[in-house]
């Protein structure tokens, strides 16, 4: 039986955090001191995580992606790739990652079942992937996503946080790179999600979950990354970047691949990759949404952008069967929120993309 939920959406994609834990910092998702990580208990083991999935591919969800805070960091992540793509209804088994150690890992995750990768980068200029990611160095991400061709996880996907006056003049240099290699190279809107605030909550976040049963998190004090506001004005819309990589390279045509999800997808006439845009603040990618997230610490989340979760971790170390699991993924289902109101003004509060697993 397929997990529908009330606005007809089949929910057939779940997206795993295995860490709350990350080697970057970067400047949108954490701040320079890192987040106050769970201890190592409250994180589901392998097998916790494996029992989990299962469940959760018996209800309905045949889509899996693994990621983090940064998935590569788990010393047994081999393991729960192993594990997880053993499981006979999974039809894709996908990783994000930054990239940083992904030249030791590509070829035992590809052996042990990871079908592709997404790879985060938001700049090819050295100096200023130390400002952003403040942690790593660009030479040793761009060494593993050769380790991740090599090993033949593929289509290799890079994703980028756009942002302007940051890394926007990049724009054609990266679609550069799609012409000569097989790189589906994706924009990414950089979203206003905070762990915590300090400025005033002009939208209510949790009104959406009011009366649902979903528990909601508390709020913490700053740390050093971008604002709310900051990440706001940063904005560049798909359309300013199609212009900046037209300019220099004429104009693209539209593309289909395989496995895009939301992404406005194109090419540069002749190249062997492509160029997307995955507009999830601007453009209605609510409508199509098939996804669930179960964070590090074993919570299940309807919608990466409102605060609300459902705790498994309790009744799955309680002796919670099978059925109760399931029963518990269903109610998160029943309890999706039609859309979310970011672009309304809505504020994201409760946990941070590291600690979600974006
Ligand atoms: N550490 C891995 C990585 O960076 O790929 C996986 C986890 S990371 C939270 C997943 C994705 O979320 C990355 O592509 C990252 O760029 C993106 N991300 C984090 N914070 C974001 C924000 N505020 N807006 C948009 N994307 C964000
Ligand atoms: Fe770490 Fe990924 Fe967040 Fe960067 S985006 S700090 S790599 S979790």
Redesign the pocket.
């Known amino acids: 039986m397929p997990l529908i939920d009330p606005f007809n959406r089949t929910i057939d994609y779940l997206r795993v ?1 295995i860490t709350d834990r ?1 080697n ?1 910092r ?1 400047v ?3 701040p320079e001191e890192g987040f106050p990580v769970s201890p190592k208990e409250e994180l589901l083991s392998v097998n916790e995580l494996i029992r989990l999935v299962r469940i959760g591919v018996e209800s309905g969800i045949t889509k899996v992606r693994l ?6 960091v788990r010393k047994d992540l081999v393991e729960i790739v192993r594990g997880v793509a053993a499981l006979p209804e999974i039809r894709d088994l996908s990783l ?4 940083y150690i992904l030249d030791e890992l590509a070829a035992p995750l590809a052996k042990a079942g990871l079908t592709r990768i ?3 980068l ?1 700049t090819l200029k050295p100096e200023r992937f130390k400002a952003l990611a403040r942690r790593g160095d660009l030479a040793r991400v761009l060494s593993g996503i050769k380790a991740a061709q090599d090993a033949g996880l593929h289509p290799i996907k890079i ?3 756009a942002m302007k006056g940051m890394n926007d003049d990049e724009a054609a240099d990266f679609a550069a790179w799609t012409i000569q290699e097989e790189i589906h190279f994706r924009f ?7 762990w915590n605030l300090d400025e005033t909550i002009g939208f209510d976040p949790l009104s959406a979950h009011q009366g649902t049963g979903l528990l909601q998190l508390k709020q913490s004090s700053n740390g050093s990354m ?1 604002s709310d506001l900051e ?1 706001r004005r940063m904005f560049i819309s798909a359309e300013e970047l199609k212009q900046k990589i037209e300019a220099v390279h004429g104009p693209m045509e539209t593309a289909e691949i395989r496995t895009n999800g939301p992404a406005r997808t194109y090419r540069i006439p002749g190249a062997k990759g492509t160029v997307g845009f995955i507009s ?1 603040i601007s453009s209605d990618l609510c409508a199509n949404c098939n996804r669930l997230r179960l964070t590090a610490d074993g919570f299940l989340r309807p919608c990466l952008m409102s605060d609300g979760e459902i705790d498994l971790r309790t009744t799955l170390r309680n002796g919670g069967s099978d059925q109760d699991l399931a029963d518990l993924f269903k109610h998160v289902v029943e309890h999706k929120p039609e859309r979310h109101y970011l672009a309304d003004g809505q504020k994201v509060v409760g946990r ?3 600690q ?3």
């Open positions: 955090s990350c970057f970067c949108y998702c954490m990621t983090g805070g940064e998935p590569l994000t990652t930054n990239g997404n790879i985060s938001d994703n980028c946080v990414i809107e950089v979203m206003p999600i905070r971008l990440m999830q941070g993309m590291s979600i697993g974006g």
